[in-house]
């Protein structure tokens, strides 16, 4: 049997555990520290989110609302990006925010989420001019510091499911954004729990993206979109 496990050890090349008590104690405290490494970058989201997740219901009013992008179906706002702006409709409409920035993918000219989600709160009772269109929110970290940088925004209401926003609050806090977060609750379905799991190896890359600050993939000059909006009457 020894014989036997040998040669399976020897031809799936797997590590062999220490022979000693302290070689073995060795190994646990590498494998423990390597864990704890892994955790870091989810416990800083957490941790930095804290205390700024709110309802629609008990967000402070605040000029601006970010919506991030959440991907079309057949050129459609997809239903977690329609719940998103759902709840960007009902702050603009009760009064807690004036004007709403939609940020998202529009890297080839067929696929458009900006322009998506302006028809879709338009239709939803959101004026056109109420609405700012950022074309190269690629990802989050790259929505948060075109915020910052090229719309001028100092602080935002941000919404997005409840498995992103906290990593939403995160990076746009360390882009200079001082930020409150309405998660979207949804169905815990296979898109929902896809999401979830994806968020815990999205920390790592958003840790990174906090500690080296990189610039977006398209930065451009300053957009007055905003200010402009917020300007015009209500």
């Keep these: 049997m020894r014989g036997v496990l040998r040669r399976v050890e020897r031809r799936l090349r797997l590590p062999r555990m220490p022979r000693t008590r302290a070689g073995r104690r060795r190994a646990v405290q590498v494998v423990m520290l390597l864990c704890v490494l892994a955790l870091l970058p989810a416990t800083w ?15 402070p009013r605040t000029k601006v609302a970010m919506v991030f992008g959440a991907g079309l179906w057949n050129g459609e706002p997809s239903p977690y990006l329609a719940r ?50 950022d074309y190269a929110g690629f990802d989050t970290w ?63 890359k958003a840790s990174l993206d906090a500690l080296f600050e990189p610039d977006p993939r398209f930065l451009g000059p300053e957009e007055p979109g905003v200010a402009q909006a917020l300007a015009s009457d209500r």
């Design 84 to 133: 998103r702006l759902n709840a960007a409709a009902e702050l603009y409409r009760s009064g807690r925010v004036e004007v709403l920035l939609v940020t998202g993918d529009n890297s080839r000219k067929e696929y458009d989420e900006p322009d998506a989600m302006r028809t879709y709160l338009t239709e939803h009772g959101v004026p056109d001019k109420r609405i700012v269109s």
């Design 142 to 204: 790259d929505s948060c510091v075109r915020a910052k940088k090229i719309f001028g925004v100092d602080r935002a209401i941000l919404i997005s499911q409840a498995f992103h926003i906290r990593r939403a609050v995160a990076l746009c806090q360390e882009a200079g954004v001082e930020s409150y977060g309405v998660g979207v609750q949804d169905r815990h379905d296979e898109t929902w729990y896809y999401g979830a799991t994806r968020e815990l190896f999205a920390a790592g």
């Design 45 to 59: 989201m957490f941790t930095a989110a804290d205390g700024r997740l709110r309802t629609t219901a008990d967000v």
